[in-house]
């Protein structure tokens, strides 16, 4: 039998060391400790600062409603993807804010500034809403003013003041570039687009219309308005230089720079450029065109042995050039992909020919971390059950090093942890 007394004192003993490593772990070896200088940074998830927190009232939520972008049919994730100029709109904005919908047809955009919310309110339910890829400094809102009735708004941020106003579609976009803002809407018919092309830092200039005059180029299409007079009344009361598109289901536009548009479908793909005060046709050919943003415009085109050949071209200029026949098949189009010279990839972490980026892991360990709040916020609403069945929702925005979490009451904004993903995600998209 071991005396009792050894007993207690080998106890007391272990927990004196315990307590010491306790204390002690934090520090770094040099300066007396026992852990290493720097855990990496896997072992740290887990551990999230919440930057910011808010509270929703019943009946809010992230939500747009009647949103529809002419080029994507298919419903885009509430989450969203980086958050790129490319993407449709998602109603967590950046490190910014939320845009959020309530009862009563009531809407307001809310954001983070200097440690505090700021409320933009409307008195219409949002079906956009987009800060400026450039500054931030600049709020996109469209809204729904009555069936079929729609009005795109530039705010300028914080002050909240209304830069400029026009009738639109359900959708609104910034170029690429953050120098300009695309609006539009369907011309009786529905087979032809009015698009028109909206200064950030400006007051609307002179409503043209293209004319598709340009030498050695195509007559227009039958039916395509090239005098002002020919456009329906809203077309005519819509400012700035506009153009008019023909437009078949599977046709997409992108808008990489302020002066520059690209027109992709069924019958060939053209190049808009912005000359003066009007657009006029830089060049146009056959071809299925795509995007690789924000690298390149990519097209697929019949070569004279009937073999698909594929090109690549700058954004701002058609000057195509060859893609080797055995390179990879390019993914099929998705405003979800950012590419770059030589691949690939999503918020979702799928990939194309990419292994330099490192995997996703954060995404699954957040829905995990802030499981318990998405619980007890379904014991207090009964709400959170229909908007968020299967738990929080989780909007990573990696190029800006935070994610947003909905857990049903509440939508909190946290710091991401700093792995070689987000720095390089950083890089890439900002």
């Given at each position: 039998?071991?005396?009792?007394?050894?007993?207690i004192?080998?106890?007391?003993?272990?927990?004196m060391?315990?307590?010491?490593?306790?204390?002690?772990?934090?520090?770094?070896v040099?300066?007396?400790?026992?852990?290493?200088?720097?855990?990496?940074?896997?072992?740290?998830?887990?551990?999230?600062?919440?930057?910011?927190?808010?509270?929703?009232?019943?009946?809010?939520?992230?939500?747009?409603?009647?949103?529809?972008?002419?080029?994507?049919?298919?419903?885009?994730?509430?989450?969203?993807?980086?958050?790129?100029?490319?993407?449709?709109?998602?109603?967590?904005?950046?490190?910014?804010?939320?845009?959020?919908?309530?009862p009563?047809?009531?809407?307001?955009?809310?954001?983070w500034?200097?440690?505090?919310?700021r409320?933009?309110?409307?008195?219409?339910?949002?079906?956009?809403?987009?800060?400026?890829?450039?500054?931030g400094?600049?709020?996109?809102?469209?809204?729904q003013?009555?069936?079929?009735?729609?009005?795109?708004?530039?705010?300028?941020?914080?002050?909240?003041?209304v830069?400029?106003?026009?009738?639109?579609?359900?959708?609104?976009?910034?170029?690429?570039?953050?120098?300009?803002?695309?609006?539009?809407?369907?011309?009786?018919?529905?087979?032809?687009?009015?698009?028109?092309?909206?200064?950030?830092?400006?007051e609307?200039?002179?409503?043209?219309?293209?004319?598709?005059?340009?030498?050695?180029?195509?007559?227009?299409?039958?039916?395509?308005?090239?005098?002002?007079?020919a456009?329906?009344?809203?077309?005519?009361?819509l400012?700035?230089?506009?153009?008019?598109?023909?437009?078949?289901?599977?046709?997409?536009?992108?808008m990489p720079?302020g002066?520059?548009?690209?027109?992709g479908?069924?019958?060939?793909?053209?190049?808009?450029?912005?000359?003066?005060?009007?657009?006029?046709?830089?060049?146009?050919?056959?071809?299925?065109?795509?995007?690789?943003?924000?690298?390149?415009?990519?097209?697929?085109?019949?070569?004279?042995?009937?073999?698909?050949?594929?090109?690549?071209?700058?954004?701002?200029?058609?000057?195509?050039?060859?893609?080797?026949?055995?390179?990879?098949?390019?993914?099929?189009?998705?405003?979800?992909?950012?590419?770059?010279?030589?691949?690939?990839?999503?918020?979702?972490?799928?990939?194309?020919?990419?292994?330099?980026?490192?995997?996703?892991?954060?995404?699954?360990?957040?829905?995990?971390?802030?499981r318990a709040?998405?619980?007890?916020a379904?014991?207090?609403?009964?709400?959170?059950k229909?908007?968020?069945?299967?738990?929080?929702?989780?909007?990573?925005?990696?190029?800006?090093?935070?994610?947003?979490?909905?857990?049903?009451?509440?939508?909190?904004?946290?710091?991401?942890?700093?792995?070689?993903?987000?720095?390089?995600?950083?890089?890439?998209?900002?």
């Open positions: 039998m071991i005396p009792q007394r050894y007993i004192a080998s106890l007391f003993i272990a927990a060391l315990l307590l010491f490593a306790v204390v002690q772990a934090p520090r770094p040099s300066a007396g400790g026992v852990a290493a200088v720097e855990s990496p940074a896997i072992m740290n998830l887990g551990g999230y600062e919440t930057q910011s927190e808010f509270r929703l009232a019943e009946g809010w939520a992230p939500r747009f409603q009647g949103a529809q972008d002419p080029d994507q049919p298919d419903a885009w994730p509430f989450e969203g993807g980086f958050g790129t100029p490319w993407e449709p709109a998602s109603p967590y904005l950046a490190d910014q804010g939320l845009a959020l919908n309530g009563g047809g009531r809407s307001e955009v809310v954001l500034r200097g440690l505090e919310w409320h933009y309110r409307f008195d219409a339910p949002l079906c956009s809403a987009r800060l400026d890829p450039a500054k400094n600049r709020l996109l809102v469209t809204l003013m009555g069936p079929a009735r729609f009005e795109t708004r530039l705010l300028e941020v914080p002050e909240g003041r830069l400029w106003s026009a009738q639109s579609g359900p959708w609104s976009r910034f170029s690429w570039d953050g120098r300009a803002v695309l609006v539009g809407f369907f011309e009786p018919g529905e087979s032809k687009l009015l698009l028109s092309v909206l200064p950030v830092d400006a609307p200039g002179e409503a043209t219309l293209a004319t598709w005059d340009e030498p050695g180029l195509p007559a227009p299409p039958k039916g395509i308005a090239t005098k002002a007079e456009l329906s009344e809203d077309g005519q009361d400012p700035g230089p506009r153009v008019e598109l023909p437009w078949r289901g599977g046709d997409r536009v992108w720079r002066d520059r548009l690209w027109h479908g069924a019958s060939g793909w053209t190049l808009w450029g912005l000359e003066g005060s009007r657009w006029s046709r830089l060049a146009a050919g056959p071809g299925v065109l795509t995007a690789h943003p924000p690298q390149r415009m990519a097209l697929v085109e019949a070569s004279p042995g009937e073999d698909m050949v594929r090109k690549v071209s700058p954004v701002a200029k058609a000057d195509w050039s060859g893609v080797a026949p055995d390179a990879l098949p390019w993914p099929a189009w998705d405003a979800a992909w950012a590419w770059r010279e030589n691949g690939a990839f999503d918020a979702w972490d799928q990939r194309w020919n990419e292994s330099a980026l490192p995997p996703e892991r954060q995404r699954q360990t957040l829905f995990e971390s802030y709040e998405w619980r007890s379904m014991g207090l609403r009964a709400s959170v229909g908007w968020l069945p299967r738990g929080p929702e989780i909007a990573l925005r990696e190029p800006f090093g935070v994610a947003w979490i909905w857990v049903g009451d509440r939508v909190l904004m946290v710091r991401l942890v700093e792995v070689e993903r987000v720095r390089i995600l950083r890089k890439l998209l900002r």
